[in-house]
């Protein structure tokens, strides 16, 4: 029997560590010594499962299996048994493996400026932990993280709200303004080049005070604006919004007053 093992390496699963789930079953499936080919792959449409894969097997015909929530290396083994008909032993791996997916989110999170997300669970040994001294000075608490909020956070401007106009009952596109020059440009150019277009998208922080996604008073959410990479370079952009009732970070942006200031990211690659 031949498999292959697709791992999703989209926004949503890579967030949740997908690049430690793929090396997890590249482990794996090595330590088995089977015939399994593990490759990532884009969007396998169970984002709300993330992470997750799915198995290709070949004995006569082709059948594939879903596998999701892969948020332990007891779901990456089922993977790796579904691919090769042989249960991994765990104990000879584990020690490899351990700390790998926290540290692969963590890393990730750096990138896209999720600051919360990035010192989730992050705790200094001893006082003047380099990386966790860093992380605090990115999200705009060098001496110590505060329920106040910051005068400068790593990757974010002030933005101002201008207008929030309902489309539904459940949801609303809310605009912004800003002059803030450091907001940076969706569409990268190089010297005597035409702008790159990218598909991006911005977050938002929604301070809400303590949470459980984080150690900052604040919670992270991406939006891919409904307005253009001009209208970001002129310093406005709108974001369609669905509202929760319940939501953590949509009931902070109902209660916005227009005129108030948020903080939204640099544009980042979707």
Known sequence: MSAEVFVCHAGTCRARGAEAVLVEI?????????????RESGCLG?????????????????????????????????VVERATGVAPDLGATNWRLEGLRAERARQHAKSVYHWNAALRGLKAPAFGDPELRQLRADAGYPDGITAAAPSAIAGYTRWTLEEVDAVSRH?????FRSKDLKRGTPHPRGRGRQPVPITWHTTLLAFVGANGEGP???????????????????????????????????????????????????????
Do not use: M
């Open 26 to 38: 590249e482990e794996l499936a090595e330590a088995v010594g089977a015939d399994c080919k593990v």
């Open 46 to 78: 169970l984002c709300s499962q993330a992470p997750n894969a799915v198995v290709r097997t070949k004995t006569g015909r082709t059948k594939v299996t879903e596998h999701t929530r892969l948020t332990s290396l007891e779901a990456s083994a089922k």
């Open 171 to 175: 949801s609303a596109i809310f605009s």
């Open 216 to 270: 900052l008073p604040w919670v992270e959410r991406d939006y891919t604006p409904v307005s253009t990479a001009r209208d970001w370079e002129r310093g406005t952009v709108d974001l369609l919004v669905k509202c929760y009732a319940d939501g953590l970070a949509t009931s902070w942006l109902k209660a916005v007053p227009v005129g108030a200031e948020v903080w939204l990211s640099k544009p980042v690659k979707t």
